[in-house]
């Protein structure tokens, strides 16, 4: 039975390492890098748990099952979308593509003033 409680840590704990290094991961992304952050935090505390059985000792698997639980619950709160919400411009559809021939005339003009 012990050996099955170190084996079972031990899987809990790989795991729980790989989801910080997703969180690490995702954090490098401007896009995703608050969750990313919460996300990697969240799995740190879950390491602790894992740990906890894998030294079988009860107190730091409470300890870190609960630190797990409250950073699940502030990773949900924040929002683990991900993600910045922008603010849609209200530009033209083709409102580019007239700068640009607005700026080929202009630098047309220019060029042929300074070659005369």
Known sequence: MSFLLGLVGALLLLATLAGVGLGIFMSIHPNTR???AYFALWWVSGAAAAAGILMRDPVTFVVGLLCFAAAGAAFAIAGG??????KRSNRRVGSSEG???ENRVRREGQRRRAAS
């Open 34 to 36: 608050r969750s990313g």
């Open 81 to 86: 979308s991900g993600g910045r919400r922008t």
């Open 99 to 101: 700068t640009t021939r």
